[in-house]
């Protein structure tokens, strides 16, 4: 997997309980998808109905990094212009877009 920063767990994540928990119900849906298309290509189910599972799944994980990506700026990269190190944390959101946009 590519990683934008290696050392990206020195930073402390603020996400709640119930954040995480959204987050891992979206993820376990999406994952529930992805099974289902598995089980499509194996029951040899018309192409156009797959793709358009697939299409679904791309836009629930957009979804998902978006969400994150909102939750990083409201606070990592907040947090890091306030306490001076936010033109590296604004680098990093940077690469990461760039990555995300792929």
Request: with cysteine.
């Amino acid at each position: 997997m590519n990683q934008v920063n290696q050392n990206s767990t020195r930073h402390s994540h603020h996400r709640t309980e119930q954040d995480k928990q959204k987050l891992l119900t979206r993820l376990k849906k999406i994952e529930g998808q992805v099974r289902g298309i598995q089980k499509m290509v194996i029951d040899d189910r018309y192409c156009v109905d797959i793709m358009v599972q697939i299409s679904a799944i791309n836009a629930a994980l957009k979804k998902v990094g978006f969400t994150m990506m909102e939750d990083h700026v409201n606070h990592c990269v907040s947090d890091a212009i306030q306490d001076g190190t936010g033109e590296a944390s604004v680098a990093e959101l940077i690469k990461v877009v760039k990555q995300f946009s792929k």
